[in-house]
């Protein structure tokens, strides 16, 4: 977390007012504070995961058909790249994330761009915005993360004015992430008595028709993305870095299991390799509604 003098965390976004530590700490639900420090931990090395994904982000974006002076907002934005490109078409962002690791990131990469975007420490299950108070809203691989995926839902329905849009892109049942997944639970503590609701449901066109159906007019498309680096160790890098569940996952490791973990991670990368390469490819479905 990056505090500033007197205790108090910075602003995000140009000319807002800095709160308390409590305060910020309040935005968060209790259940979902270790969840924040896992994704803070990748800093801003979590935009090198964005961009690996960077084509189903852009293809959400392009579906969900942003125009200028709308108001939209990027829910668990990350490091902000679904809110950039946003911003590259005139339209008023927010994004709004967990983890302040990776707000300070998107703060800095957004200047650093010369845009402005407001960005707002909040909760998916719980966000900290008026009813209605957007013409749109998107999630690139992120909603999808909530625990309480009720919540999540009527949250989004609740701040989506009447006639607006949303577009959220997620991993589809049978994506290569399952596999990825299957590569990193040897090394993950075992799951919970009762785990929460698997976050592929945001992949299957029958779930979203009975849950976000209920308050959004639906259409899907699937899609892949390819995420393309020089070799395996570098893919290895960029996810150890950033991605907060294979940093945590190593980073609770000793030397000799974390070898392993990174022998086994990048033996499982070589059905990607090319001539040039390694090209990892991700299957998921982008779904766009119109509000009620």
């Known amino acids: 977390m990056v505090c500033a003098k007197n205790g108090e965390l ?28 896992m994704w803070s931990s990748g800093g801003r090395a979590y935009d090198e995961v964005s961009r690996g994904v960077s084509e189903g982000i852009r293809h959400c974006v392009m579906r ?8 939209i907002l990027d829910i668990a934005t990350g490091t902000g790249l679904t809110a950039r490109y946003i911003s590259r078409s005139g339209a008023k962002v927010t994004g709004v994330d967990i983890a302040d ?7 800095q990469l957004a200047e650093e761009e010369g845009l402005s975007i407001d960005w707002q420490l909040g909760d998916a299950e719980k966000l900290p915005f008026d009813e209605a108070s957007f013409d749109g809203a998107a999630s690139t691989f992120g909603i999808m993360y909530a625990t309480n995926q009720d919540a999540a839902i009527s949250e989004l329905a609740r701040v989506v004015r009447p006639g607006g849009r949303i577009a959220v892109a997620a991993w589809l049942p049978d994506s290569t992430v399952v596999a990825l997944r299957k590569v990193l639970a040897p090394f993950m503590p075992p ?16 779930w979203l028709k009975g849950t976000l159906g209920a308050h959004f007019e639906l259409g899907h498309e699937r899609g892949e993305l390819t995420h393309r680096a020089a070799d395996a160790e570098e893919v290895w890098r960029v996810y150890e870095d950033g991605f907060g569940p294979v940093r945590a996952t190593s980073q609770a490791l000793d030397a000799d299991k974390r070898a392993e973990l990174k022998a086994a991670f990048i ?26």
């Open 64 to 71: 969900l058909d942003p125009k200028e002076g709308e108001r």
């Open 101 to 107: 690791g990776l707000l300070e990131a998107a703060r």
């Open 10 to 37: 910075p602003s995000y976004g140009a000319g807002e007012t800095k709160m308390t530590i409590s305060a910020v700490s309040s935005l968060v639900l209790d259940k979902n504070t270790k969840a924040a420090g």
């Open 267 to 292: 033996d499982w990368l070589r059905q990607f390799s090319t001539d040039l390469g390694i090209a990892l490819t991700y299957q998921y479905l982008v779904t766009v509604g119109i509000r009620r």
């Open 191 to 206: 799951p919970p008595p009762s785990p929460p609701p698997s976050f592929f449901n945001w992949g299957e066109t029958e």
